[in-house]
C-alpha cells in the first residue's frame, strides 16, 4: 500500500468512526440575504442560528464603507501588520474599540480565535497558572494549553470554585472566562469574578465574542477580548487593555505578529458597524426582545441573552428536529459533541435586529408542532 492509499484509508476509518457516532459533518452551500433570510442549497429559508446579532452584515452603510476602502486600498493588506500589513484603517479601529471599552488600548487580530490563541501564551507561561471556566470557548482552551502554564478548570460559573482553584495557585493567576456563553446563552458573573482576581491578584481576561452589541455589562477585566465577527457583522478579533498589554502584544502575540494583516475592506466595515451599533441601540434591543418573545411562546425561562439553547440529548434527535424544521423553512442547525459536552445535543437559537416578530412567532409555532407530534407518536 502506498502511502497516499494510506492515508485514504486512515482518513476513511476516522470518518467512519464519526459517522457511527453521528458526529459527522459536512459542508452545506448557504447564501446569507437581509432580514434574516438565507438560501440553503437553493431552498429559501429564515435562519434563527447565525451570529449576526444585530444585522449588520447587510447593512448598506456597512457595505458601502467596505466597497470604497477596497476601491480606495485594494483587496488585500500585503503582509503582517509589523511589515507592511499595518493599514491607517486599523488605527481608526483599534481606536474605536478602546473607546467602546473604556480602555487605554486595542489590538486588532486576525480573528478571534487567534486572539486568544496568541494572547493568553503573551501573559502566563511555565510555572504559571490559568484558572478557566469549564465551558470556555474552544480557542481559549487552545490558548491555555499552548502556553504551558498549569491548567485548573472551575464549575460553570461558580465563584467559590474559581476562588479554590485559585488558591495556592503557583505563579501568576490568569482567570479566562467568556461574558456570554456561545453553547448555552447565559452570561458570567463578571463582576464577582473581578472583585475575586482584585482581592486574589490575579488577571481576569474576558472573551465577549457573544455578548458585544447585546448584553450590557460593566467588565471589571484587565483584558478583554472579542470579535468583529459576530454583532459587528464581518470578521477579525480584538484585545482592549492597558497601553502597555498592547505594545507586548505586538512584540509576543505569535498570532498578531506571523499573520497577515486584515483587507483595507474588513476594517473598514466594522468601523462602520460600530458607528451604527453605537447610534442604534434599538439593534440589540429588539434582538432580545424577539428572543424573551419566543422563550414566551415557546414555554421556556426567560433567556439571559439573545442565544437560546434547546437541548435535545441524542445527536439523532437533534438533527431530526433541525432537519424537520428546515422543511418547514427553518435554518436551525444542531449542534453536536464535542462542540457540546456528550448527550447534550441541542439546537442553538439566536436571535436578530433583522427578524421580525411574526417570523418568531411562525418559527415558535413551528417547532412547538414538529416537538408535540412528535411526543404523540412516542407516547
Known amino acids: 500500500m502506498t502511502s497516499f492509499e494510506r492515508l485514504n484509508a486512515y482518513a476513511r476509518q476516522k470518518l467512519g468512526q464519526l459517522e457511527a457516532t453521528g458526529q459527522r459533518r459536512s459542508l452545506v452551500e ?34 458601502q464603507a467596505a466597497a470604497e476602502a477596497a476601491r480606495l486600498y485594494g483587496a488585500g493588506s500585503g503582509g503582517s501588520r509589523l511589515i507592511t500589513g499595518n493599514h491607517p ?19 486588532v487580530f486576525g480573528s478571534g480565535f487567534l486572539a486568544n490563541l496568541g494572547t493568553i501564551p503573551a501573559l502566563v507561561g511555565k510555572g504559571d497558572t490559568i484558572v478557566m471556566d469549564e465551558l470556555a470557548h474552544a480557542c481559549m482552551h487552545g490558548g491555555a494549553k499552548l502556553s504551558g502554564a498549569e491548567l485548573r478548570l472551575f464549575r460553570h460559573n461558580d465563584v467559590a470554585d474559581a476562588a479554590r482553584q485559585i488558591e495556592g ?44 452589541g447585546t448584553v450590557k455589562t460593566d467588565n471589571p477585566a484587565q483584558v478583554q477580548m472579542g ?60 434582538a432580545s426582545r424577539h428572543a424573551a418573545l419566543f422563550c414566551e411562546l415557546a414555554g421556556l425561562p426567560a433567556p439571559s441573552s ?51 416578530e411574526a417570523d418568531v412567532r411562525a418559527f415558535a409555532g413551528a417547532l412547538t408542532d414538529i416537538r408535540e407530534k412528535a411526543c404523540a407518536v412516542t407516547s
Not at 437541548?311 to 431530526?320: D, K, Q, T, Y
Open 30 to 63: 448557504t447564501a446569507r440575504e437581509a432580514g434574516g433570510r438565507a438560501a440553503r442549497s437553493g431552498q429559501g429559508v429564515i435562519s434563527f442560528c447565525d451570529n449576526d446579532y444585530l444585522s449588520l452584515s447587510h447593512d448598506a452603510r456597512v457595505i
Open 306 to 356: 439573545v442565544i437560546v439553547p434547546i437541548i435535545l440529548g441524542p445527536e439523532a434527535e437533534a438533527l431530526r428536529v433541525s432537519a424537520a424544521l428546515l422543511e418547514r423553512g427553518y435554518l436551525v442547525t444542531a449542534i453536536r459533541p464535542p462542540t457540546v459536552p456528550a448527550g447534550t445535543a441541542r439546537l442553538r437559537v439566536t436571535f436578530a435586529a433583522g427578524h421580525e
Open 169 to 212: 495557585a503557583p505563579g501568576q493567576v490568569l482567570a479566562l472566562t467568556e461574558t456570554v456563553f456561545s453553547m448555552d446563552g447565559d452570561v458570567a458573573p463578571i463582576a464577582e469574578l473581578g472583585a475575586l482576581a482584585e482581592a486574589t491578584g490575579a488577571w481576569l481576561m474576558t472573551d465577549d465574542a457573544h455578548g458585544l
Open 89 to 107: 484603517l486599523n488605527a481608526a479601529l483599534e481606536s474605536r474599540l478602546a473607546r467602546l471599552k473604556g480602555t487605554e488600548g486595542a489590538l
Open 227 to 286: 470579535t468583529l465577527s459576530k454583532a459587528v457583522g464581518g470578521y477579525g478579533g480584538y484585545v482592549c487593555g492597558p497601553a502597555a498589554l498592547i505594545d507586548l502584544l505586538t512584540n509576543r502575540a505569535r498570532t498578531f505578529v506571523y499573520t497577515t494583516g486584515l483587507p483595507p475592506a474588513v476594517l473598514a466595515a466594522a468601523v462602520a458597524a460600530l458607528d451604527v451599533m453605537e447610534a442604534e441601540p434599538w439593534r440589540g434591543a429588539k
